[in-house]
């Protein structure tokens, strides 16, 4: 008796099979919410509008990924491959991106909300118009990267709250 791949297995599975023969896996709009997708590899896929919230995407690979408008609401982004991927306008709002390295990511228009930002290190990032209210980070280490952003978004209501919210405890230590 044969045990039957986990879904996180055939979808690895599936995709790689598409991409060998023909190229750039295309799921536009797919529906995988509230599953596990611990250490699945996406790379490479057209995931525009993907439905991923409340999934567990651990260790998962998605680098050089159109994420473009995809729901990533409340899900577990913990050591997960960004590189290279575009979120413009995705939500990630209370998602967990913890001590991730975000390296040529879009995440132009994408809502943060409430997300957790630990941690995480930017590096040529493009962060126009995010909505960061409400996030949870580590003010000093978050703010240390704005230097780094490809574009830094100063009319952004909730990043300049996050800015004048450091200035002022900066300013009240001394």
Same mark, same amino acid.
């Given at each position: 008796?044969?045990?039957? #791949? ?13 991409? &060998?023969? /023909?190229?750039? #896996?295309? &799921?536009?709009?797919?529906?995988? *919410? ?8 996406? *790379?490479?896929?057209? +995931? ?9 995407? @651990? ?7 159109d994420l473009r408008d995809a729901?990533?609401?409340? @899900?577990? =982004? ?6 290279? @991927? ?5 939500? =990630? ?8 390295? =975000? *390296? ?7 809502? +943060?909300?409430?997300?957790d930002l630990s ?23 978050? +703010?240390?990267? =704005? %230097? ?8 952004? #209501? /909730?990043?300049?709250?996050?800015? %004048?919210?450091?200035?002022?405890? @900066? *300013?009240?230590?001394?």
């Amino acid at each position: 008796m044969t045990d039957k #791949p986990n879904l996180a297995e055939f979808i690895s599975n599936r995709i790689s099979a598409y991409a &060998l023969q /023909h190229g750039y #896996p295309f &799921l536009f709009g797919i529906d995988l *919410s509230n599953r596990n997708f611990e250490g699945v590899d996406f *790379s490479r896929c057209f +995931l525009r509008q993907a439905n991923f919230s409340r999934c567990n995407l @651990t260790d998962a690979n998605f680098e050089e990924c159109d994420l473009r408008d995809a729901d990533l609401s409340d @899900t577990d =982004l913990r050591e997960t491959n960004l590189t290279n @991927t575009d979120l413009r306008g995705a939500d =990630l709002s209370s998602a967990d991106l913890r001590d991730l390295y =975000l *390296s040529n990511v879009n995440l132009s228009g994408a809502n +943060l909300r409430g997300a957790d930002l630990s941690g995480v290190s930017f590096y040529k990032t493009n962060i126009d118009n995010v909505n960061f209210e409400g996030v949870k980070t580590d003010n000093n280490m978050f +703010l240390m990267w =704005l %230097d780094y952003f490809d574009k830094y978004d100063t009319d952004n #209501p /909730h990043l300049q709250k996050m800015i %004048d919210e450091q200035e002022k405890s @900066t *300013s009240e230590t001394k």
